[in-house]
């Protein structure tokens, strides 16, 4: 019997590294990103086409999205904020836009420096560009992704109806592909049972991402609970990199390696080689310049094979036979 | 609707402690094991009778036991590994008295220098002790913690026949408490849910506790899944504290804050006071003289409230009607 598919976006390079102090390197992004190429992913989120001046650690956007090796098979996705980042993003043929804005008022204020009405005629203009030049070139995608989705920092509790308000304002518009994002590790797995289900029963064409942050230790639990409610789509971030303003020095995104080996010892094929994927993932700490929180890379798979020590094999000689 | 119980057990003051290279002060143990009593577990593993040269971070282990005020309905076991160890902690009127082999023959000889067939004969004989003296004085519960019941380290897979073979072997012996141990961080949820499944359905009268370590990213599903197979007590040590030999610089046990956090959350009743919690666990970095993993102690609760930036208020004033 096959297993069961589910789809792996690696968004290290934009959710991550938009969030390192340091500036990394172009030349090392762009062979970062041709190794995670070689992984077996569904899609990368390369990078972002904000402005410069708002994330510098991107602010090589188009080099970057010129220059890696497009691996077929990979859809290489970009966070574009308004319509000149479309049209910067169109002109570097990309696969599929990712659009952002908040469920909560107050995160999108804090965060966009929006109002949600502001926000939702920003990204209406940016599907309408986008779905134009899609029509007469390459066609693009588009992706929204709904922030503070399960829990805002500042508000707290998110009602179930303030989401599905949103996906059905983006379905109206023809999006077709929606993330919903655990921003700040909020999520818990009855709560994301229960709204993925939902969702998925109310819009049943609409293709979900779910998108976690392991801030308080249940980004694993969370995706086995969204799985259990039909989702097969997963962000996740090489390393653990990433993080939650709120929560300083705590874990940031899901762990993509951690992710994979659950799910590939859950039964599940994801499509990504851990073994390409570990070593991708070692060159992380040289790149952000710091330790990152991946178990697995610490530990290794389940089954890394360690020897015993000497002494083993000397002891209990005359008791070979075990009761 | 009364909510389902689940048994916290903190194992901290021994499976963490005991991992420290520095000695925490008898004083400061004793100040945090009768801190760990206030907060509702149903026990606490408070030391290790083994031989101060073995686990010198221990060696107080007499004076831990005499000079801890203990809270009623809490109880208060400790680690025997042999009849000088039951001995000696009968003489400071223990609750439980908890008993460890390894399943894995590598394993056992690697962290016990005996055979699994020696481990069974002075276990054995530790029982009986435990067994007569109980019988004239207090009553002392006996547990017997099975390690590496998930995998070896040295060895790999780890059948489930062997387990249960050993838990069938302590249940002719009138024991009635078994500790089923993810020593290294082997265990995955499908995994979880089989083994305890066939533990509860073959020994309905044992009283079964799971033991993880979060080595690989896997401890919060695992409780999980022993949840759904009908499981309700748990180790986990504040902090996360404890390790893995075989991984260094790697999660140890299952975080206790995690844990109740997340349990919380789900609907169940840990007994667990979580304020009173966090406040012990943040003892702990000047205990131990290092880091801990705990992802609560650095994010706090999920509905932690943060403030809003003060510009918050000030966007979109004309525009405050929300689509």
Known sequence: MAKPRIYMHDVSPRDGFQNESIFIETVDK??????????GFAKIEATSFTSPKAIPALRDAEDVM??????????YTVLI???????RALACGIDEANLVMSVSE????????????????????????????SSVSKRVAVNVSLSTGFGCPMEGEIAESEILRLVDNFARQGVKRISLCDTTGMAFPSQVRKLC?????????????????????????NVLAAIDAGIDRFDAALGGIGGCPYAPGASGNACTE?????LELEGFD??????????????????VQHDVPSQIL??????????????VQEIGQAQRVVA
């Open 197 to 221: 289900r939902k969702a998925k029963a109310n819009y049943p064409e609409m293709t979900f991402t779910l998108h976690f942050h392991n801030t308080r230790g249940l980004a694993q639990s």
């Open 298 to 311: 610490k530990a290794g798979h389940r089954l890394t094979a360690h020897p015993a020590p000497a002494y």
């Open 270 to 287: 994801t499509g990504v080689d851990l073994t390409k994927l570990m070593a991708v993932s070692a060159m992380l700490p040289n790149l």
């Open 30 to 39: 762009i062979a970062f990103i041709n190794a995670l190429s070689q992984c």
């Open 258 to 262: 951690e992710v994979v080996h659950m």
């Open 66 to 75: 010129h220059e890696i090796v497009r691996a077929p098979g990979v859809e």
């Open 106 to 133: 107050t995160h999108n204020r804090a965060n966009l420096r929006m109002t949600r009405e502001q926000s939702l005629a920003q990204l209406g203009q940016v599907i309408e560009v986008l779905q134009t030049r």
């Open 81 to 87: 904020p308004n319509v000149r980042g479309a049209e």
